[in-house]
T-cell receptor
Framework: GQQLNQSPQSMFIQEGEDVSMNCTSS?????WLWYKQDPGEGPVLLIA?????ELTSNGRLTAQFGITRKDSFLNISASIPSDVGIYFC????????????FGQGTTLQVKP | DAGVTQSPTHLIKTRGQQVTLRCSPK?????VSWYQQALGQGPQFIFQ???????QRGNFPDRFSGHQFPNYSSELNVNALLLGDSALYLC??????????????????FGDGTRLSIL
């Protein structure tokens, strides 16, 4: 079945540093989404991408939909302590599905 | 503007029992999807409901069933509970559309989930 490979699995960085994480798939996706999940809460949508090559920003977050439609990355600039959490990529194979396929998550820890 | 709400927040059951979880979608949304999230994993798609019908199903056994009501709220039922059913169950809502329409894609928004523990 379809799988998303998300990396790195975890990151421990200093406050103020930039962060980059990515997801790759063996299948083509027509939608890429990035979510953040804090302990005891559900995933919160950060950025949604719908077109190959699309680059979208949300404050200090920037995400891109890969040209091959098989990958996406998320960058966080000038990290702050509240960026701590688990980041998930998720994709949809086509517009004829409601199913989101999730990556395994990237756990981010920020040292003040 | 209320987001996606789920109840209960926590639940403890024993093997063989049955459980019902509830979800109210975000205001203006009419489509509800359910996901199972095991500890340390990403969410896994169970099924999606649109116009009170199951529109798509993931790789889960028939013990997992659901329902959507006319007010768009939804229930997830799990019968004959197994230890492996222990997980966080997430509900996500979105604005439905006819499949095949590429414009104005509507992303799914999640509730905080129900933590189900099986003893």
């Amino acid at each position: 079945g379809q799988q998303l490979n998300q990396s790195p699995q975890s990151m421990f960085i200093q406050e103020g540093e930039d962060v980059s994480m990515n997801c790759t798939s063996s299948s083509i996706f027509n939608t890429w989404l990035w979510y953040k999940q804090d302990p005891g809460e559900g995933p919160v949508l950060l950025i949604a991408l719908y077109k190959a090559g699309e680059l979208t920003s949300n404050g200090r977050l920037t995400a891109q939909f890969g040209i091959t439609r098989k990958d996406s990355f998320l960058n966080i600039s000038a990290s702050i302590p509240s960026d701590v959490g688990i980041y998930f990529c998720a994709g949809q194979i086509s517009s004829n599905t409601g199913k989101l396929i999730f990556g395994q998550g990237t756990t981010l820890q920020v040292k003040p | 503007d209320a987001g996606v709400t789920q109840s209960p927040t926590h639940l403890i059951k024993t093997r063989g029992q049955q459980v019902t979880l509830r979800c109210s979608p975000k205001s203006g949304h009419d489509t509800v999807s359910w996901y199972q999230q095991a500890l340390g994993q990403g969410p896994q798609f169970i099924f999606q409901y649109y116009e009170e019908e199951e529109r798509q199903r993931g790789n889960f056994p028939d013990r997992f069933s659901g329902h959507q009501f006319p007010n768009y709220s939804s229930e997830l039922n799990v019968n004959a509970l197994l230890l492996g059913d222990s997980a966080l169950y997430l509900c996500a809502s979105s604005l439905g559309r006819q499949w095949g329409e590429d414009s104005d894609n509507q992303p799914q928004h999640f509730g905080d989930g129900t933590r189900l523990s099986i003893l």
